[in-house]
């Protein structure tokens, strides 16, 4: 448990939008601040990446601000989970009182996405791994799910439900890329043109553009700001690898401590979980995830999600927003899964709420597995 | 056959790797190897299961290897021409590498499969290691 609070979130504009990566940015810190009844002169600390070299330093000085405190960590799609957890420590620590998380791109207006990804020539990597040519970060995730079908004995079909079930939940959400795509078969998923085996492009998460922030302040604050507070109750992180040959097994990650920490820190256990917003890069990313934080055995996840368990009006509601497979995904999703997760705490999802959601687990996978993050949110009861 | 690739700009070598490079000229891979017994690749200043900054030295491979696992890529990157198998390889020393496994038959690349090694040369005289299928 801790003493802090996410007062405010919002999303940015996303999917295609021709705006740059700070206005985008600037929407999502506004509408945030907006949603917790804060305004710019009220932020003392800043937690962002993806801006530029500086990043929190470039976001300060656009939005006007002299922060006390910021946090540029580079960690993918994590780091937003990771900026939670040093914000609600910065924030007890008495450094600053509120702090903007942020993140945008304009990936898919840009056109700045590329296939090898992005390696810089003085690394290990760009000596022993980028010569022969692997899809970045998709190869590593093709080669997880090899590893993990080969030794689970899975299908293809199965590992497709992931993708299925964040279909079914974009099209209750307004706000999805995919919300006007119609439903999605496995079929649909093994079709289409496979990309690095065994995955097609239906494994894979969207390339769009899109952003969003969260705000914490005390928990004390929070209670009289315009919105309830959601608690930050635990989080937990490992970092394990930045090539593709540091890790042993493929299918154990980094999330197994990540997830171990959190619910420790909060006095929680997975059955305590009444929505979870797992970062889904790729289907395997998110079977391998479950099977880490503990919410089903190793090597148990593909029986275990099918049946329609994670889609909508299942028993365990995973990735209720559609996900970064069929609702947005600007590169670093992170932030979106812990404005979704705030929404369902507070009841605000519409066709897509979770009945009576207190507790939801938001989890951030950065790089090829690389980096992992866990964060515990409640309701204040 | 083919072998995926690649007018791939492959970095100069550092102060660590140069040796490991060099040794490609000869058609030799080597893996670092501490005097702790610990083997490890990439090579790098420390061994990363003891710590120690002395005492890294280098053994050839002999070449053997299996697959670890692999994935066959069908995008085309800049450079390379798909589709083309991504692999890690692990050495009969314990170390895995990535690779490629150069065939005509991309998708009967399984996990587990042994392997043998073979080289791609750079223009500027060295080579890469790769890997071929091992008839069984």
Redesign the interface.
Known sequence: MTGVAIAGAAESDLGVTGRSILGLQAQAVTRALADAGLTLADVDGIATTGVSRFSATQLAEYLGVRPSWTDSTFAGGSAFEMFVARAAQAIEAGQCSTVVVSFASNQRSARSRS??GVVE??T?E??????????YPI?YY???A??YL?RYGGTREQLAEVAVAAREWALLNPAAYRHGAGPLTAQDVLAA???????TTADCCLVTDGGGAVVLTSLERARDLRKPPVRVLGYGERTTNT???AV?D?TVTGAVEAGRDAFARAGLTPADVDVAEVYDSFTITVVLTLEALGFCGRGEALDWIAGGRIRPGGDFPLDTSGGGLSYCHPGQYGVLLLVEAVRQLRGECGARQVPGAEVALAHGTGGILSTHATVLLGVDR | MNA???Q?N??E??EV?DPW?EATRERRLLVQRCSCGHVQ??PRVLCTACGATEGLGWTEASGAAVV????????A????TPP?V???VRLAEG??????VVTDEP?AV??GDPLRLDWRPLPDGRA?P?FVPLER
Request: with cysteine.
């Open positions: 296939l090898g020539a003085h290990p760009a000596q022993f791994e980028t010569p022969y040519g692997p899809l190869s093709a080669m997880a090899q590893q080969h043109p496979e990309v690095s085996s065994p995955l090539s593709m040959t042993d493929l | 995926g690739g690649g791939v492959v970095p070598p550092d790797t490079w690749h990439p670890d696992a692999c994935t066959v890529v069908r995008r990157m800049p450079g390379f083309y991504v692999a890690r170390v895995l590498l990535l690779s490629n998708g399984g996990i890469l790769v």
